[in-house]
């Protein structure tokens, strides 16, 4: 990717720019200046297709006009905006400049909007029409790519509207998530597990913790191996919201299900990621937010509505 960011590039684009412009000037010039020996009948000479022939006319004035503004036009506008390499312009205009001030000019207008929602509880909030319409807008802009629109997820996404929370589902912890983000670190057990078998026996023991399908003979061979899990998960495999260790009681597979997929996670481990939103939504927006995904695991959805 570096070939693509060195100053050769910069240098090349600039050179071509100028080369380009400068080119065709010296042509309209070259037009304006050439003289071509006209026949009686005001033509060149020149016959295509035997009647089709070439006046020897001069260019149209206010074409010419037009094609010395574009190259003023092209010049200026090189001066005044980035163009030519480093060279940031005399305006010293940016892409991220402006995104900056339009998102203040947005927030700014929007203000006055989110401040009814400053004082109320999120409990609230997630009751408001008007809250809900703004959450929903935000959920969309912002956590449907991985969540989906309806915000049931899918495998490696969580589903946020059937109550399971990896760090707990009250409105300050969602909020915190949002704000903060997460990462969820499941590191590779198999060394402290034991043999393949072993793996394979445990992965059945954690099976029959949700009551799925699985070998009760391997269950129960597998039991005494999951003290390796147990510091995270708890010894009844109900897992820990502080750590955001999933439970492993209640059916609910993040990544999949099966004596296979378990294996692969315990061979393998997990490392999931949840960016942080800080940077990019207001306190307010956060806020609203944070209600609507509370809203959609407590019912609050249809009331708002």
Avoid at 62 to 79: D, P, R
């Amino acid at each position: 990717m570096s070939d693509f960011t060195s100053n050769f590039w910069s240098v090349f684009v600039t050179t071509l720019t100028l080369v380009g412009i400068i080119a065709c000037g010296i042509l309209l010039w070259m037009a304006g200046r050439k003289k071509v020996m006209a026949t009686s009948d005001n033509t060149t000479g020149h016959v295509w297709d035997e009647d089709l022939v070439e006046m020897n006319n001069p260019l149209p004035r206010w074409w010419v006009w037009l094609f010395v503004i574009t190259i003023i036009f092209g010049l200026g506008y090189l001066a005044a905006y980035p163009g030519l390499g480093s060279f940031s312009g005399k305006l010293n205009w940016t892409q991220k400049g402006e995104y900056e001030a339009e998102m203040a000019k947005a927030k700014a207008e929007l203000e006055p909007l989110y401040a009814r929602f400053a004082s109320m509880k999120p409990e609230d909030i997630a009751k408001d029409p008007q809250a809900q319409a703004i959450g929903e807008r935000l959920f969309m802009n912002n956590c449907a790519q991985c969540h989906g629109s309806d915000a049931r997820g899918s495998k490696g996404f969580p589903n946020l509207a059937d109550g399971d929370w990896l760090h707990g589902g009250a409105p300050e912890k969602i909020r915190e998530t949002i704000e903060k983000g997460r990462i969820g670190n499941m590191p590779p057990m198999a060394a402290a597990v034991g043999s393949p078998e072993d793996v394979r026996n445990l992965s059945h023991y954690v099976l029959s913790l949700s009551g799925s399908p699985h070998d009760s003979l391997r269950a129960s061979l597998g039991k005494s191996k999951f003290t390796a899990c147990a510091a995270c998960h708890g010894m009844d495999g109900k897992g820990n919201q502080a750590l955001g260790a999933p439970n492993l009681t209640d059916d609910i597979w993040l990544h999949g299900w099966g004596e296979a997929a378990i294996t692969a996670m315990v061979n393998n481990g997990k490392v999931n990621q949840m960016p942080a939103q800080a940077d990019k939504l207001t306190e307010a927006q956060i806020g609203v937010l944070s209600a609507y995904v509370w809203g959609l695991s407590n019912g609050t959805q249809a009331a708002a509505r």
